[in-house]
């Protein structure tokens, strides 16, 4: 398939950063040493989320130890951990005044559990400075291992999410040194460990797959119980990264939202510019998340 070098159309334009609650956002992350996603990955929607005081950290640094095919987040040697990162993310939650927080990663296959560690004391601290807050963490493959995905969910997060990001067919190119069953039966074991977190994933589309590679992936998600679905557009970060394989139209997206909603989703949030932590609060069915529900 050959890669489109026409204009993005006219639905996938966004607006410059900027405005007063971008710049305090900006600032009180500068000011404690954090990073987030929606810098580090180029995301489309920073203007809208930052404006409306929303942002997802990353942790364990901005060095991603894989090279995805579609990600611009760095990559290379890993950098030292911090262990002091926690509580300035849980002090950046409590002066951003958040009631709903995401969480997400780099890779760190160094580590014996991935980062695991780490994620479960941002969990704790978070939850200790801002206890009326919900959790959502976006956690990276942990290699398929079992025991950080344990020391996650022993934290008890509201939403364990991670993103399959494309079909299995495309994994080598897209995904490299990843697995789509490995990431499948991570969501699946989340939710069999632990049932009262909710569940979530997301993948992108444009990048070469087809309609029934994207229904049968739905349906196999959905076998493993997984409760919330994001789609969205795939965008070139920069022209190292993967093309765009085509630009699909916003009626695509509906179709894609019924296609899971029928499948059995409980929610699914579609569009060119959807991504993982977009609304993220909003993804979750009415009465599903209440501060306190997973802490048992």
Not at 83 to 88: S, T, V, Y
Not at 123 to 140: C, D, F, K, Q, Y
Not at 203 to 212: F, R, T
Not at 268 to 276: M, Q
Request: glycine fraction near 8%.
């Amino acid at each position: 398939m050959v890669a489109i070098k026409s204009p993005r159309p006219e639905w996938l334009k966004v607006r410059l950063p900027g405005g007063e609650n971008y710049n305090r956002l900006k600032s009180v992350m500068r000011g404690l040493d954090l990073h987030t996603v929606c810098e580090e990955a180029r995301c489309p929607n920073v203007a809208e989320c930052w404006g409306q005081g929303t942002a997802t950290f990353m942790i364990l640094g901005d060095v991603c130890t894989r090279a995805c095919g579609f990600c611009a987040v760095a990559t290379g040697l890993p950098t030292k951990l911090d262990l002091a990162e926690p509580d300035r993310v849980a002090r950046a939650v409590k002066a951003m005044r958040l009631q709903h927080v995401v969480i997400t990663s780099v890779n760190r296959d160094e580590l014996r559990d991935g980062g695991a560690f780490l994620f479960a004391r941002t969990i704790e601290a978070v939850r200790h400075e801002n206890p009326s807050a919900t959790i959502e963490v976006l956690i990276p493959d942990f290699k398929g291992s079992l025991p950080a995905l344990q020391k996650v969910l022993a934290a008890r997060p509201e939403i364990l999410n991670h993103n399959v990001e494309t079909v299995p067919r495309l994994y080598k190119r897209v995904r490299p040194g990843a697995n789509f069953r490995q990431s499948v039966e991570l969501l699946n074991r989340g939710k069999a460990l632990a049932p009262e977190i909710i569940s979530k994933t997301g993948i992108m589309v444009g990048l070469g797959e087809s309609h029934q590679e994207m229904v049968d992936v739905l349906r196999e998600l959905v076998a493993a119980r997984v409760e919330i679905l994001t789609i969205g557009q795939y965008l070139q970060p920069t022209k190292k990264h993967l093309p765009v394989e085509r630009f699909y139209h916003p009626d695509e997206f509906r179709e894609l939202k019924q296609i899971g909603l029928a499948a059995g989703f409980r929610h699914v949030e579609a569009g060119p510019l959807v991504r993982s932590s977009y609304h993220a609060a909003n993804q979750v069915p009415d009465g599903c998340l209440t501060p306190g529900l997973t802490r048992g």
